[in-house]
Structures are given as C-alpha cells and as structure tokens.
C-alpha cells in the first residue's frame, strides 16, 4: 500500500474543507483553493483530518492515491503557509527591481523584460539580484518561476542569468580550456 497515500492529512485551525462529488475546496486565512481528484480515489474528512482511499491495488490507482493525498495536502499548506521560490540574478549590469505590479530586470539584452505580477502571485525584490516568487498555488509558483528563470537562464561559462537560489550550475572550460595543438 502507498505509504504516502495512507498518512492523514491534518486540518489547521481556520481551514474549511468541502468535498462535492470529485471535487475539493480549501478554505483558508491566506486563499481558497479547488482542485477536481480522480473519481476512483475517495476523500473523507473524519475529525480534523482527511484521508485518502482507493478502491483496489491496481497500478493506476495505486499510483493516483499518493498524487491525491500529496495535491490535497499541498492545497492545506498553501492556505495556511503559502510557497515560495527564490531566484538569484547573477552577471555584470543584471538586476531586477519592483516598479508597481511588475518586475523590471535588466538582463544584458537591449531592452527592459518586464513580467507582470498574476492571479494568486506575489513578486518581491529584497536586493538587486534577488527574486522572491510567493503564493498559495505551488504549482503556479513554481510555473511562474520557471517562467521568469527561462528570460535568462543560466549559462554554463560564466554561470550568468537567472537561477534557483541553491541551484548548482555546472561550470564548462572555455575554448583556452583545452591544450594548444601544434
């Protein structure tokens, strides 16, 4: 049996959950998130906890019981705590900065790339070279943090751009790296 699908999953005071037909609602201080499961798992609220069951030991359901118990604890979480990526800027003249509702990042082209703040994501600037993404939905931060790293994306010389704070870049030896032939 899928040793994460069997955990409970724990209420945190001040969030509602409703469960209609094959879809669940989360409600909480911070969003109110609603995700469809498939109609194979069921859902239970008993007490302060919900728990996930599946019909049978087939492959499939074996494999959507763990994905529904992690979706749905993953909305509590996100009610509650919320998510957060961090991009770090690196490179001579790159920086980013906040002008209303957008984010303004000078990354070496000709021009200014601006991206807009969307539903359900907040961008903060705390330095020059640091992006903070925040949210409910951790699959929408981590979409739009992909979104911004891919304006620039790392490169494997000099390891400028825009990458995942702890992201490990590997570092490639230049045209001067290898030996002179004669």
């Avoid at 030991?57 to 992690?70: F, I, M, V, W």
């Avoid at 993953?74 to 984010?103: A, H, I, P, S």
Wanted: proline residues 5%; glycine residues 12%; charged residues 25%.
């Amino acid at each position: 049996m899928s040793r994460i699908g069997r955990k409970p999953i724990n209420i945190p005071a001040g969030v509602n959950i409703s469960i209609d037909g094959n879809v669940i609602t989360v409600k909480g201080p911070k969003a109110t998130l609603t995700q469809a499961f498939h109609p194979n798992m069921s859902v239970a609220v008993e007490g302060s906890e919900i728990l996930v069951t599946r019909p049978n030991d087939e492959k499939q359901n074996r494999s959507l019981h763990g994905l529904t118990r992690t979706l749905i604890a993953n909305m509590v979480v996100g009610v509650t705590d919320g998510f957060k990526k961090e991009l770090d800027v690196n490179g001579v003249g790159y920086r980013v900065q906040k002008q209303g509702k957008n984010l303004v990042m000078n990354l070496g082209y000709s021009h200014q790339v601006i991206v807009p703040e969307i539903d359900g994501i907040t961008i903060e600037c705390p330095s020059a070279n640091k992006i903070v993404i925040l949210g409910s939905d951790k699959q929408k931060v981590g979409q739009f943090a992909a979104e911004v790293r891919e304006k620039r994306p790392p490169e494997p010389y000099k390891g400028k751009g825009i990458r995942y704070a702890g992201e490990f870049v590997r570092h490639k030896e230049g045209k001067a790296g290898k030996g002179a032939k004669k």
